[in-house]
């Protein structure tokens, strides 16, 4: 069923319902896939400070206290993206990649690029749905609690067109 969803602002009321949706997410996604020394890392409370400090580029779709999704920016990167499993097939992830691509382009970029697992198909036969072609693999380089984490990923890119 595709929806007509509302994109808002995320709220820091909501920041343990968001971080409880992302670690559900990524243990969905990623743990089987990672490094276990990474799964290690990447506990709730981890989620929940990471949200912290980068709330601002967050948005949301879910009524408030009850997030379906949420995806966040972070200079030229689609940074984070992740839809509950109630929320997935339903347009709601098309719908936070258009609106980030949207605020990427306001904020200038004319390339973003998004990390994708190695081995995440089903995020990757997304991300090309989407109008994002894989550049290659590359070394990234996360922050963890107990510092930098170098991980090879797949990375996506997209050519934006001007913001309106």
């Known amino acids: 069923m595709q929806v007509s969803p509302i994109i808002r602002q995320a709220e820091t009321s909501e920041i343990d319902a968001l971080a409880q949706l992302w670690h559900a997410g990524w243990?969905?996604?990623?743990?089987?896939?990672?490094?276990?020394?990474?799964?290690?890392?990447?506990?709730?409370?981890?989620?929940?400070?990471?949200?912290?400090?980068?709330?601002?580029?967050?948005?949301?779709?879910?009524?408030?206290?009850?997030?379906?999704?949420?995806?966040?920016?972070?200079?030229?990167?689609?940074?984070?993206?992740?839809?509950?499993?109630?929320?997935?097939?339903?347009?709601?992830a098309a719908a936070l990649v258009a609106d980030a691509e949207q605020r990427l382009a306001a904020h200038g970029v004319t390339t973003a690029w998004l990390a994708c697992a190695i081995g995440n198909h089903r995020a990757a036969r997304f991300y090309e749905k989407c109008g994002w072609a894989l550049a290659g693999t590359v070394v990234n380089r996360l922050d963890t609690v107990e510092g930098p984490f170098d991980l090879e990923i797949w990375r996506y890119e997209k050519t934006?067109?001007?913001a309106a």
């Open 160 to 162: 934006l067109p001007p």
């Open 27 to 92: 243990q969905d996604a990623h743990a089987a896939l990672l490094p276990a020394a990474l799964a290690r890392l990447r506990t709730l409370q981890s989620f929940a400070e990471r949200l912290q400090s980068m709330l601002a580029d967050v948005r949301v779709i879910g009524d408030f206290g009850a997030p379906l999704g949420f995806c966040a920016i972070k200079h030229d990167e689609l940074d984070q993206l992740f839809v509950a499993p109630e929320g997935r097939g339903t347009g709601m």
